[in-house]
């Protein structure tokens, strides 16, 4: 029971983190209407930001993560104002092509840079013992940092200026232009605000796990799951895929094996696109 | 008088350019024959690959599952069954055609950018299911298959070719026939298509089907040519993509763009490879980036929009 229990948690803890990613790549889906491939690649970033503020500046990877959001920001917004941005109008398969092609530029530069050594930031170790289980430290002290990041992101969403402008472009872009709403602006700042939530999504994988330079492959995947999970633009939507993603996987992994928890997101993808392309939540 | 000489002169330069071609292993060394070898087989798949996605505009990340599954079967039906080649070959570009008739009718109800995720998906889960324990007594797991199928080069050579000539003929005839228009009016818009009475959802999956038959085929006989086959290598997200790059460079939804798209790309591929190995694959995401936000048109189109050939579809 207790091994059970702890598959449970440690699979919330992990689908936290999904999640992050996941509502990043949504929300720049929904609201600019690009597929993000390289989504994964700005996580790796953001996992060797950390890494490298910490073992050459000696940094906290916790200053790291609170300076990861800004500066992953800009260059996200500086990214979409100088390319992206003339592929609004274009077709899917231009956005998609483009940011395959990035994607790729980025893990292979990094490889190149950085060569294909395993790294990790050991900053956190040792347990928690909590009511009879154990949780490693460094993942339940990520869990509460995913779960600060998700409820900024959603008070911001709901309460700012800005982002009521980001929601009324993500439902009716032209709608919303007519209303005096600076579209082309809230894409570009819904753009950068996703790379901030991947790149600090990074710096939280870099606190649990080993990084390297093709991490990003299965963060993308999982994040196209749970898109796909909670429906295309659906923030709550892509925060309830990742908890039932990390726990699935987490399951299987435990119960099954490892090689079936690797299926597990093209198997999710299909069925989904096959029963319910709208996903599961309404919005 | 004019315009007859001038078809007269275009055939004549054809069949010229054929014999060439067939003569070509009686005096050129190895090295040109593989190289030979590699850019028909890319044509194949850049063609297969042009013949789906570039004239319905739906986007095909699923290419290397074609190539995957029908090579597997080859090669399975060629090592473990002592299968002639030329039985071998047909018969896994068959078993795709036929479970690509069943997934185009699942999959083609998806648009857009879901139908090229849920392709993508498809390849990577077949990928791990032929790597799992489960297949193994068939595919032999995740450690391979390698075999000996005591081909000359020579004779690779003559059947790809043949498959290339096959493939490129099928292309033109598509796009100069009602059959194409119909896909192409897909493409711009697929409503109106239906609601001219268009059957879209059949030639959706007919095309389909013929995309999967022509790379199918081409799979085969590139992993006869290599003798090996293992799951990472015959899902390799590489296989999608290269066609995909060659397509866009060439032209795409074009005839003789993909082509054009596989010859210079394999000679760029052959030159980076050799100079800069290590930084190959960030050069290939480069150029990549940089033929969507320049070079949307590619070289075929930027030749017909400069005048340089006349704009038609036939072409």
Redesign the interface.
């Known amino acids: 029971m207790t091994n059970f229990l702890e598959t449970l948690i440690r699979g919330l803890m992990l689908g936290s983190l999904y999640a992050l990613v996941g509502m990043g790549l949504t929300l720049v889906w929904g609201v600019v209407g690009i597929?993000n491939i390289a989504h994964g690649e700005f996580v790796m970033l953001g996992a060797y930001f950390a890494f490298w503020t910490f073992s050459l500046l000696h940094l906290n990877p916790l200053v790291s993560l609170v300076l990861s959001v800004p500066i992953f920001f800009l260059i996200g917004s500086i990214l979409h104002k100088r390319?992206t941005e003339?592929?609004t109008h274009?077709?899917?398969?231009?956005a998609?092509?483009?940011t395959?092609?990035?994607?790729?530029?980025?893990w292979?530069?990094a490889q190149?840079f950085w060569t294909n050594t395993y790294r990790s930031v050991s900053y956190l170790t040792g347990n928690f013992l909590f009511l009879g289980l154990t949780l490693a430290k460094s993942k339940t002290i990520s869990f509460f940092l995913a779960l600060g990041m998700t409820i900024a992101l959603f008070t911001f969403l709901k309460y700012s200026k800005i982002g009521k402008g980001i929601r009324a472009t993500s439902q009716n872009s032209e709608v919303a232009l007519v209303c005096g709403i600076d579209t082309k602006k809230m894409r570009t700042l819904t753009f950068g605000i996703g790379i901030g939530l991947a790149g600090a999504a990074g710096v939280i994988v870099s606190l649990q796990w080993v990084i390297f330079p093709q991490m990003g492959g299965s963060y993308v995947?999982k994040a196209?799951a749970i898109v796909?999970l909670g429906g295309l633009g659906n923030v709550q939507g892509a925060l309830i895929g990742g908890l039932i993603i990390g726990v699935l996987e987490s399951l299987v992994t435990q119960y099954m094996s490892a090689?079936?928890a690797?299926?597990l997101?093209?198997?999710i993808?299909?069925i989904i696109?096959?029963l319910k392309?709208t996903g599961l939540f309404k919005r | 008088m004019g315009i007859l000489s001038k078809k007269f002169l275009l055939l004549i330069g054809l069949v010229l350019l054929m014999a060439v071609l067939i003569s070509i292993p009686f005096f050129a060394t190895d090295y040109w024959m593989t190289l030979l070898v590699l850019i028909l087989i890319y044509t194949v798949y850049a063609s297969g690959w042009n013949l789906f996605?570039g004239l319905t505009?739906y986007?095909n990340f699923g290419l290397a599952w074609f190539i995957g599954v029908s090579g597997y079967v080859s090669s399975i039906l060629i090592a473990d069954y002592q299968w002639p080649w030329i039985f071998a070959w047909p018969m896994g570009a068959l078993f795709i055609s036929i479970v690509s008739i069943g997934v185009g009718y699942?999959?083609l109800r998806?648009k857009?950018?879901?139908f090229?995720?849920?392709m993508v998906?498809?390849t990577?889960?077949t990928r791990?299911?032929f790597?799992?324990g489960y297949l193994e007594p068939i595919t032999h797991g995740g450690k391979g298959l390698p075999f000996v199928a005591g081909i000359p080069l020579s004779t690779l050579y003559w059947s790809i070719l043949f498959l290339a000539f096959v493939t490129i003929f099928i292309c033109y005839k598509i796009t100069s026939s009602k059959f194409g228009l119909r896909l192409m009016a897909i493409r711009e818009d697929e409503q109106a298509a239906e609601t001219l009475g268009i059957n879209t959802t059949k030639a959706k999956i007919l095309a389909f089907t013929l995309s999967s038959f022509l790379v199918g085929l081409g799979g085969a006989i590139h992993c006869t040519y290599q003798n090996y086959i293992d799951p990472n290598y015959a899902f390799n997200i590489q296989l999608t993509?290269t066609p995909?790059v060659m397509t866009?460079f060439g032209g795409i939804g074009t005839v003789f763009g993909p082509v054009l798209g596989a010859t210079l790309f394999t000679f760029i591929h052959e030159i980076l490879w050799a100079e800069l190995t290590?930084?190959y694959?960030?050069i290939?995401?480069?150029?990549?980036?940089a033929?969507?936000?320049f070079f949307?048109q590619g070289l075929l189109g930027w030749m017909k929009e400069r005048g340089i050939l006349p704009k038609i579809r036939k072409i």
């Not at chain 1, 395959?100 to 980025?106: A, D």
């Not at chain 2, 290939?284 to 980036?289: A, Q, V």
């Open positions: 597929v390319m003339r592929l274009a077709p899917e398969l231009s998609l092509i483009l395959f092609g990035m994607s790729i530029l980025i292979n530069l190149f995947s196209f796909v090689k079936m690797q299926i997101p093209s198997l993808i299909l696109l096959l392309p | 996605s505009g986007t699942i999959l998806i857009g950018v879901y090229a995720i849920s998906a498809l990577e889960g791990e299911l790597g799992t993509l995909i866009l290590l930084l694959m960030a290939f995401g480069g150029i990549l980036m033929l969507i936000l949307p």
